[in-house]
């Protein structure tokens, strides 16, 4: 774990807010876009494709619709995104949005689910966490083409809750400190 948060932390820019997401063992990046300030990746476990997956993590950033450009309230893009959600299946059905703070940032979580099926291509899982930062606005996004099991939400939503923003440049939202002694899981 540690090892991935450094290639995340390696992954930012030298300086300034950076989007702490260790993905979970045996995911892949499969896709990575930035067009216009929007950047884009996927994560899918090893021999899964962005056309063939079960699961898959997406990570947006949206460059320049940080708090400094006016923000976005991270409860109020969830729902906008559940109402979208909702109109692609009619049957969907979510838990409140739940909204907080990571390391002194406004967020919020959502879990929504497509229950149509177990066959049709239409059924799917999401859990979502959305962080308002100085700079950017982040959502990260675990999809599961299934309704799944107890076990695995406790999984997702520990994965969730590990999803951090720092800023080396602002004390009230510190960066974590790598121990360059320290064994690395890689």
Not at 29 to 41: P, R, Y
Not at 46 to 53: G, H, M, P, R
Not at 73 to 101: M, N, S, V, Y
Not at 114 to 133: H, M
């Amino acid at each position: 774990m540690i090892g991935a948060t450094l290639l995340a932390l390696a992954a930012a820019t030298a300086s300034g807010e950076k989007l702490i997401q260790p993905p979970p063992p045996g995911f892949v990046s499969v896709l990575k876009t930035d067009q216009g300030g929007k950047s884009i990746e996927q994560l899918v476990p090893e021999k899964q494709t962005v056309a063939k997956w079960t699961d898959m993590i997406t990570i947006q950033r949206f460059a320049g619709q940080g708090t400094d450009k006016g923000g976005r309230d991270p409860a109020t893009w969830l729902e906008g995104w559940g109402r979208t959600f909702a109109a692609a299946c009619p049957k969907a059905q979510h838990g409140p949005i739940g909204r907080g703070a990571v390391n002194n940032y406004p967020a919020a979580i959502l879990a929504i689910q497509c229950a149509v099926g177990a066959n049709d291509p239409k059924r799917e899982s999401v859990f979502l966490r959305a962080i308002q930062g100085k700079d950017a606005f982040y959502v990260v996004q675990f999809s599961m083409r299934r309704i799944p099991s107890r076990p695995e939400v406790e999984l997702v939503d520990r994965y969730l809750q590990a999803v951090s923003l720092c800023d080396d440049r602002e004390a009230r939202h510190p960066c974590p400190v790598m121990d360059a002694a320290a064994p690395r899981n890689q």
